[in-house]
């Protein structure tokens, strides 16, 4: 059954650095989200992307954050400059468009920001 | 006022127990109810997706969507140990893509053998 993945499943980063957060979404997919859970807490959506631009965003993605779909198959989460905040589990998912309320979401992606 | 709150839990049953698990809900433009499981730091699995009101059945999962109420339900019948999970509400307003998702905390289920 296909699947999204994300890769890495555990990054460790000093405050201050730049993190790249990468999915692979399942391949017939067009429309790709992130998503973030801080341990303890809700789900929150970040951004929808579809057709090379941003369709949604939250107030949580702010000018630190950035998506990318460099090529045909991964889309990436930049986050510029990792606060102490930024820390918490990011997930990646896609969905096709006959079935757009069935979002499937990758394993995560553990943030740790020291 | 929260916009989707779930009781956290943690909800402990003996196994073969009928689960109820519930969201309310305080936006009205809410059309479309999703069922999430989610196992300890992985991700969210979808169980089941419902629109508008009325029941939605599914193996030994059902779903139920009181619009009237802001209200919606997921029952479990003759739970498992493998049920073990937290289980996400999440809903969304419009029929399109790119329609971001609202979550609920979350309830935490033990099926206990």
């Known amino acids: 059954e296909p699947e999204v993945t994300q890769t890495p499943s555990h990054q460790v980063t000093q405050m201050g650095q730049e993190v790249i957060l990468r999915c692979v979404p399942i391949?017939?997919?067009?429309?790709f989200y992130w998503y973030r859970q801080i341990l303890g807490q809700k789900v929150e959506f970040l951004v929808s992307f579809y057709n090379n631009e941003i369709s949604e965003k939250s107030e949580i993605f702010d000018d630190q954050f950035s998506v990318e779909r460099p090529d045909g198959s991964n889309f990436t989460l930049k986050i510029r400059s990792t606060k102490l905040e930024d820390s918490a589990m990011y997930f990646c998912?896609?969905?096709?468009?006959?079935?757009?309320?069935?979002?499937?979401f990758g394993p995560g992606t553990r943030l740790t920001v020291l | 006022q929260k916009e989707v709150e779930q009781d956290p839990g943690p909800l402990s049953v003996p196994e073969g127990a009928i689960v109820s698990l519930n969201c309310t809900y305080s936006n009205s433009a809410f059309q479309y109810f999703m069922w999430y499981r989610q196992y300890s730091r992985k991700g969210p699995e979808l169980l089941m997706y419902t629109y508008s009101s009325g029941n939605k059945e599914d193996g030994r999962f059902t779903a139920q969507v009181d619009k009237s109420s802001k209200y919606i339900s997921l029952f479990i019948r003759d739970s498992q140990p493998s049920d073990s999970a937290t289980y996400l509400c999440?809903?969304?307003?419009?029929?399109?893509?790119?329609?971001?998702?609202?979550f609920g905390g979350g309830t935490r289920l033990m099926v206990k053998p």
């Open positions: 391949s017939n997919h067009l429309y």
């Open positions: 999440a809903m969304s307003p419009r029929n399109n893509a790119g329609n971001m998702l609202t």
């Open positions: 998912a896609s969905i096709s468009l006959a079935a757009y309320n069935e979002q499937f």
